[in-house]
């Protein structure tokens, strides 16, 4: 199956907000509404921040907040913290599991 | 606390062998679907393989179809990982990782690193 696709790279300064795109088809993103989103730390295992595209896991700052438009699934964070720059990651449910290629996102 | 331990990564040649393990506590493991999840160096996530709660269905990216193996012991909170005709492609850090539902994997391990190397 074919990865979902992420911008390489976004960038905000602190306390702007920031949107992130992830990618897919009718057969994964667009299908359903099991998107979720990881961020990573440099050498850290990932941690989910979004999943069933809007929905946040207790502890996660209500800055951040997911979408889906059709094939397309967002992230956005908004007052933008130094400590947010990390790698970010989408998936979306299939039966063998699929990611995003990922977005570094940098704190200006 | 819901945790999650990977332990079996190292150094293999080329077409070698090495079982990951991986240990789960502070959760009742056999009520969840599990995968593992691989990073290469430098790069982003792939998802490798899952497994059901009773272990009946198992699913493989196409890349480890044949050579890799996933299984469960519920009686010991732990999943496994056997990969056989290990390439250098194979080289990254493997995670485990619990699906809260609809491929949402809402706890991960800290990653043991496996470097597939002559």
């Known amino acids: 199956q074919s990865a979902l696709t992420q911008p390489a790279s976004v960038s905000g300064s602190p306390g702007q907000s920031i949107a992130m795109s992830c990618t897919g088809t009718?057969?994964?993103?667009?299908?359903?509404?099991?998107v979720s989103w990881y961020q990573q730390h440099p050498g850290k295992a990932p941690k989910l921040m979004i999943y069933d595209v809007s929905n946040r896991p207790s502890g996660v700052p209500d800055r951040f907040s997911g979408s889906k438009s059709g094939n397309t699934a967002s992230l956005t964070i908004s007052g933008l913290q130094a400590e947010d720059e990390a790698d970010y990651y989408c998936s979306s449910y299939t039966s063998r599991g699929v990611f995003g290629g990922g977005t570094k996102l940098t704190v200006l | 606390e819901v945790q999650l331990v990977e332990s079996g990564g190292g150094w293999v040649q080329p077409g070698g062998s090495l079982r990951l393990s991986c240990a789960a506590s502070g959760f009742t493991f056999s009520t969840y679907w599990m995968s593992w999840v691989r990073q290469a160096p430098g790069k982003g996530l792939e998802w490798v393989a899952n497994?059901?709660?009773?272990?009946?269905?198992?699913n493989f990216v196409d890349s480890v179809k044949g050579r890799f193996t996933i299984s469960r012991d519920d009686a010991k909170n732990s999943l496994y990982l056997q990969m056989n005709s290990l390439r250098v492609e194979d080289t990254a850090t493997y995670y485990c990782?619990?699906?809260?539902?609809?491929?949402?994997?809402?706890?991960w391990g800290q990653g043991t690193k496996v470097t597939v190397s002559s």
């Open positions: 009718s057969s994964d993103v667009g299908g359903h509404n099991h």
């Open positions: 990782a619990r699906d809260r539902a609809w491929s949402t994997f809402d706890t």
């Open positions: 497994i059901n709660q009773d272990g009946s269905e198992k």
